[in-house]
């Protein structure tokens, strides 16, 4: 259930972050929960009357957590041409806290079963993989930085698997996980040397609905992405795995990313999305993996089940590591 807060607004962090980051402005009418996480992050809609706002998206990560995507959405992004958020303000620390404050991207989330939606995000994500060479800056989020997630979700397992609150089916369903992550780490040689074939670039990482939004401009649709943080340079895998659409789609992302890597093929696209899918499954379990430190953990093996299941499949096309 949203929480929609009302009164005694004035103390509220966001607000008095919003008054730091924007010279003037008013305080908001009412402030909406949509994330809250008292250690680390929180997210807030502001509802803001007045100096061209009315919906306002507040962003709380701790200190120089948000400086990437500040960055991207007030100067990278704009300079590809690419449609983003307009930043409003922005405070480093308060409370060792950073706040990020953002356009509202409304509520009509990114489908990839509505073909003008898909459209929208083949194009995005191409003129983004194509044209973002020069954000160095952000961290490596190759085969490096995920065979260093494998092993963490190795670890999570193992700790589930001595958990007394789960039964001998629950660690069936791990033990067989971990057999298939012996699978993946025994195929990494392999995944090394397709990922140093493709071209590295600026990948979001998480490119699925919640942090994809289409909206109307000017009389025309436009895709606008939020939520950066598991961005960083790499081949653009985990991406194209979300993305996965038709050989249409197929071509038009080719066609895009062309002039800037003549050599990429339909199979290097395909092989891509075989290996990004199998990147952001080690992904899933590793943080599923971390409620095995704690005494609730139904949730997070609900989720294991699921991820078993879906590893299984994506190691058993044969293709993800091919030559």
Same mark, same amino acid.
């Given at each position: 259930?949203?929480?929609?807060?009302?009164?005694?607004?004035?103390?509220?962090?966001?607000?008095?972050?919003?008054?730091?980051?924007?010279?003037?402005?008013?305080?908001?009418?009412?402030?909406?929960?949509?994330?809250?996480?008292?250690?680390?992050?929180?997210?807030?809609?502001?509802?803001?009357?007045?100096?061209?706002?009315?919906?306002?998206?507040?962003?709380?990560?701790?200190?120089?957590?948000? =400086?990437?995507?500040?960055?991207?959405?007030?100067?990278?992004?704009? #300079? *590809? &041409?690419? /449609?983003?958020? $307009? !930043?409003?303000?922005?405070?480093?620390?308060?409370?060792?806290?950073?706040?990020?404050?953002?356009?509202?991207?409304?509520?009509?989330?990114?489908?990839?079963?509505?073909?003008?939606?898909?459209?929208?995000?083949?194009?995005?994500?191409?003129?983004?993989?194509?044209?973002?060479?020069?954000?160095?800056?952000?961290?490596?989020?190759?085969?490096?930085?995920?065979?260093?997630?494998?092993?963490? =979700?190795?670890?999570?397992?193992?700790?589930?698997?001595?958990?007394? #609150? *789960? &039964?001998? /089916?629950?660690? $069936? !369903?791990?033990?067989?996980?971990?057999?298939?992550?012996?699978?993946?780490?025994?195929?990494?040689?392999?995944?090394?040397?397709?990922?140093?074939?493709?071209?590295?670039?600026?990948?979001?990482?998480?490119?699925?609905?919640?942090?994809?939004?289409?909206?109307?401009?000017?009389?025309?649709?436009?895709?606008?992405?939020?939520?950066?943080?598991?961005?960083?340079?790499?081949?653009?895998?985990?991406?194209?795995?979300?993305?996965?659409?038709?050989?249409?789609?197929?071509?038009?992302?080719?066609?895009?990313?062309?002039?800037?890597?003549?050599?990429?093929?339909?199979?290097?696209?395909?092989?891509?999305?075989?290996?990004?899918?199998?990147?952001?499954?080690?992904?899933?379990?590793?943080?599923?993996?971390?409620?095995?430190?704690?005494?609730?953990?139904?949730?997070?093996?609900?989720?294991?089940?699921?991820?078993?299941?879906?590893?299984?499949?994506?190691?058993?096309?044969?293709?993800?590591?091919?030559?």
């Amino acid at each position: 259930m949203t929480v929609v807060l009302q009164q005694e607004l004035d103390s509220h962090p966001a607000c008095r972050a919003w008054h730091l980051a924007v010279e003037g402005g008013r305080v908001p009418a009412s402030i909406e929960i949509l994330k809250l996480e008292k250690q680390k992050s929180a997210v807030f809609r502001l509802s803001v009357v007045g100096h061209g706002f009315r919906s306002v998206i507040a962003k709380r990560r701790p200190e120089r957590e948000l =400086a990437a995507e500040l960055r991207l959405h007030d100067e990278f992004l704009p #300079a *590809l &041409s690419l /449609s983003t958020l $307009e !930043v409003y303000g922005y405070v480093e620390d308060l409370d060792g806290f950073a706040w990020l404050f953002l356009e509202d991207a409304g509520e009509i989330r990114y489908s990839r079963e509505t073909p003008e939606h898909q459209a929208l995000a083949v194009e995005w994500l191409a003129r983004l993989h194509a044209g973002a060479s020069g954000a160095s800056w952000l961290p490596d989020t190759g085969p490096a930085y995920f065979r260093s997630v494998l092993d963490h =979700a190795r670890d999570g397992l193992r700790l589930g698997l001595v958990h007394a #609150a *789960l &039964s001998a /089916s629950d660690r $069936e !369903v791990l033990s067989a996980i971990l057999t298939s992550l012996e699978e993946v780490e025994a195929a990494w040689q392999r995944v090394e040397e397709v990922c140093a074939r493709l071209p590295r670039t600026l990948v979001h990482g998480d490119f699925v609905p919640k942090n994809v939004r289409v909206r109307e401009r000017l009389g025309r649709i436009d895709l606008v992405a939020f939520d950066w943080e598991t961005a960083g340079i790499a081949p653009p895998a985990v991406d194209i795995a979300l993305l996965r659409g038709t050989q249409a789609d197929l071509r038009k992302y080719l066609a895009i990313v062309h002039d800037v890597w003549p050599d990429l093929r339909a199979d290097d696209v395909e092989q891509m999305a075989l290996i990004g899918d199998v990147f952001r499954l080690l992904h899933a379990i590793y943080w599923a993996g971390r409620s095995f430190k704690y005494e609730w953990v139904a949730h997070a093996m609900w989720d294991m089940i699921e991820y078993e299941r879906h590893l299984r499949l994506a190691l058993a096309e044969d293709r993800w590591i091919r030559g």
